[in-house]
């Protein structure tokens, strides 16, 4: 697919080198910044040597000797992450971004993961695998969307540290201070057309360097293998997996979207109106972020990045092999329950025995699945308000802290079923193809 690798490594080489010199002086640019601040001289020294390293590993590139990231170490990285590892991987960093929010917004910290992004993305161009995703001229607008997303995420969590900070202090948020009026012209018109004209110049430079992905005529005897939907509906492909087409493609995004718009009007807390802030709005905060991040631009990754062939999971640095099979086993819960469990044979339903009858074998079948379903969307919210969200549910009320915690709950369900599946191939917790539902 990809050739020798030593000519795909000599073919890599001049472009890497050219990114690694763009790297080399956006960081030199760092360094002039710190440089001009008065008493700032060691972190212009930091960026200034940072500049340095890449321009050698620049140099190192035009030459033809690129840095590679090693056979065995890329091998460990397709071995250790899995769905599961980046699943809960990114959960987790998540997690770990809000509790240490005030450290990761420094600017030096944010840059220095920036720095490090982009090394692991130069040295992982030198694996035809990776290139073969990352460079794909589809895939190309996706990976800058990402470093687009850290950065507008990063930005807007600065600024929230930054306004809870002053407002601790007693003084009022940063957007306090800009309560002046701003004439459309020439003000605003002359930002837009600033705006218009960086634009065009990407995307004619971008016409240039990249060929338009255009692929053969649509032929309806051949299927492209894999054949994904455009990058904006992967998340929705990706739920198909998990879930039948009415709750994966209706039901499911409808209602994370609908709990991403209600859930700050849910919630009770009047302040945070107008500035960004996460001290004063930490519930909505947290459920937008996991719902933006974790239940969509996730999602979107994973198809990108992950899917290929037969729609099977592939590490970063794993070719693209067609011919990969998978053992995989859907089980349901019944299933699990009544013959894995207890050893016996899961309960028919008895055809023609009317309808009573066929209602009442259908819920015995399914028994463990009406069980866990009742658990996890009665049982606990009901727990939940008494407990952790007591608090909560005395501010909300009954009447909206049920609301927002079955959206939260329905949100929740996403990346457990995918996690069960992934870990138990459990396919589904009901299963009722007599009347048309799965879940």
């Known amino acids: 697919m990809h050739g020798d690798p030593q000519q795909f490594l000599e073919s890599a080489a001049t472009p890497l080198?050219?990114?690694?010199?763009?790297?080399?002086?956006?960081?030199?640019?760092a360094a002039v910044y710190w440089l001009r601040r008065p008493r700032r001289p060691l972190p212009a020294a930091v960026w200034g040597a940072v500049a340095l390293g890449f321009a050698v590993l620049a140099w190192r590139a035009f030459a033809g000797s690129p840095l590679v990231i090693p056979a065995p170490v890329r091998a460990a990285v397709d071995a250790v992450l899995g769905l599961v590892a980046f699943t809960v991987g990114t959960f987790l960093a998540l997690v770990l971004v809000f509790v240490f929010r005030r450290f990761f917004v420094r600017p030096a910290v944010a840059w220095t993961v920036l720095d490090a992004a982009l090394l692991f993305v130069g040295a992982s161009m030198t694996d035809p695998a990776f290139a073969g995703i990352v460079a794909k001229p589809d895939?190309?607008?996706?990976?800058?969307?990402?470093?687009l997303l850290g950065f507008f995420t990063w930005l807007a969590t600065a600024q929230a540290v930054a306004n809870d900070e002053r407002m601790a202090r007693g003084r009022p948020p940063v957007e306090a201070d800009h309560s002046g009026k701003v004439l459309v012209w020439p003000d605003v018109v002359y930002l837009e057309l600033i705006g218009m004209v960086i634009g065009s110049v990407v995307l004619i430079v971008w016409s240039l360097a990249l060929k338009a992905p255009l692929e053969q005529p649509a032929n309806p005897v051949v299927t492209p293998n894999p054949s994904k939907a455009p990058w904006y509906f992967l998340g929705l492909q990706e739920m198909l997996v998990y879930f039948p087409p009415s709750i994966a493609g209706v039901i499911l995004p409808g209602l994370i979207i609908l709990g991403l718009m209600a859930i700050p009007y849910l919630d009770p807390n009047p302040k945070g109106s107008g500035y960004y802030t996460i001290r004063q709005r930490p519930l909505a905060y947290v459920i937008f972020q996991f719902g933006f991040l974790q239940l969509w631009i996730l999602l979107i990754l994973i198809g990108t990045f992950m899917r290929g062939p037969n729609w099977s999971f592939f590490g970063l640095y794993e070719p693209r092999d067609p011919h990969k099979v998978l053992s995989l086993s859907n089980v349901t819960l019944a299933e699990y329950f009544w013959a894995i469990l207890l050893g016996r044979g899961v309960p028919q339903v008895a055809p023609g025995s009317g309808a009573l009858a066929e209602l009442a074998g259908v819920l015995w079948r399914e028994l463990p699945g009406v069980i866990a379903l009742l658990v996890y969307f009665v049982a606990l919210p009901v727990v939940l308000g008494r407990t952790v969200f007591r608090n909560l549910r005395r501010q909300m009320g009954r009447g909206r802290y049920l609301i927002m915690v079955l959206l939260l709950l329905m949100m929740l369900a996403l990346p457990l079923k995918m996690i069960l599946a992934w870990t138990f191939h459990l396919s589904y917790v009901l299963n009722i193809p007599e009347y048309s539902f799965q879940f």
């Open 139 to 147: 895939n190309v607008p996706i990976a800058a969307m990402v470093f």
């Open 17 to 29: 080198g050219w990114y690694y010199l763009a790297v080399a002086v956006l960081n030199a640019g």
